[in-house]
T-cell receptor, first 113, second 111 residues
Framework: DGGITQSPKYLFRKEGQNVTLSCEQN?????MYWYRQDPGQGLRLIYY???????QKGDIAEGYSVSREKKESFPLTVTSAQKNPTAFYLC????????????FGSGTRLTVV | AQSVSQHNHHVILSEAASLELGCNYS??????LFWYVQYPGQHLQLLLK??????LVKGIKGFEAEFIKSKFSFNLRKPSVQWSDTAEYFC?????????FGQGTELSVKP
C-alpha cells in the first residue's frame, strides 16, 4: 500500500545535538511538507518542497533544515539552534493531480533532554 | 499574515447532542478549505474539503461543513454526536503551496 513512512516513532536526544527525522513516501507525490504539532497550537508549517531540489521556509523554519534530493524523501534536521525542539513532528505529501488530497505520516515524537 | 482561527479549544458534549465547531480564516482570495480529525493515537484523517461549487459540503461519518464566503468561515457540523467522535478537529486553509492549520478543537463526547 502507498503511504508516508516516518521513522523513528519516538526519538530521544541530548540538548545540543542535531537530529534528523526521516520521511519517505511511495505515492509519487511532488510536494512534501513538515509540520510541528504542539498542544493548543495546532500544526505549524516548518518547511515545504514542491519539487525535487527546491524547498521553502514555512512559518517556523528557524532552527530547522531540510533537503529534497529525491522525490520520495524529505528529511528534516532539528539543529541545536532550535530553542524548543521537543514536539510531535508530522510529514505530509500532496497529489496535486487528484484534488489536492494531503496524506499524513504517523509522526515522530522527539524529546530533547 | 494569513491565519486560521478555531474559536473553541475544548468542547464537551453528551451523546446525541448537536455539534458546531467554528473556523474563520483571514484571506480574501480564493482558498481551498479542509477539516481534519485526529483520533487518539491515530493519523490525521480528512473529514471533508471544499474547493468550489455547493458551499454545503458533506464528509465522512455524518459530518458536514458550510462555507460562507462573506464571513470567511467554514464551520463544521454534525446533528448528533457519538462517543466515538471524541477526537481533535483541525480546520485548514490551502493558500498556494501551503496548508495552514488552525489551533485545533478537542471534542470530548460523554456516553
Amino acid at each position: 500500500d502507498g503511504g508516508i513512512t516516518q521513522s523513528p516513532k519516538y526519538l530521544f536526544r541530548k540538548e545540543g545535538q542535531n537530529v534528523t527525522l526521516s520521511c519517505e513516501q511511495n505515492l509519487n507525490h511532488d510536494a512534501m511538507y513538515w509540520y510541528r504539532q504542539d498542544p493548543g497550537q495546532g500544526l505549524r508549517l516548518i518547511y515545504y518542497s514542491q519539487i525535487v531540489n527546491d524547498f521553502q521556509k514555512g512559518d517556523i523554519a528557524e532552527g530547522y533544515s531540510v533537503s529534497r534530493e529525491k522525490k520520495e524523501s524529505f528529511p528534516l534536521t532539528v539543529t541545536s539552534a532550535q530553542k524548543n525542539p521537543t514536539a510531535f513532528y508530522l510529514c505530509a505529501s500532496i497529489d496535486r493531480d487528484r484534488g489536492y488530497g494531503y496524506t499524513f505520516g504517523s509522526g515522530t515524537r522527539l524529546t530533547v533532554v | 499574515a494569513q491565519s486560521v482561527s478555531q474559536h473553541n479549544h475544548h468542547v464537551i458534549l453528551s451523546e446525541a447532542a448537536s455539534l458546531e465547531l467554528g473556523c474563520n480564516y483571514s484571506y480574501g482570495g480564493t482558498v481551498n478549505l479542509f477539516w481534519y480529525v485526529q483520533y487518539p493515537g491515530q493519523h490525521l484523517q480528512l473529514l471533508l474539503k471544499y474547493f468550489s461549487g455547493d458551499p454545503l459540503v458533506k464528509g465522512i461519518k455524518g459530518f458536514e461543513a458550510e462555507f460562507i464566503k462573506s464571513k470567511f468561515s467554514f464551520n463544521l457540523r454534525k446533528p448528533s454526536v457519538q462517543w466515538s467522535d471524541t477526537a481533535e478537529y483541525f480546520c485548514a486553509v490551502q493558500l498556494g503551496g501551503k496548508l495552514i492549520f488552525g489551533q485545533g478543537t478537542e471534542l470530548s463526547v460523554k456516553p
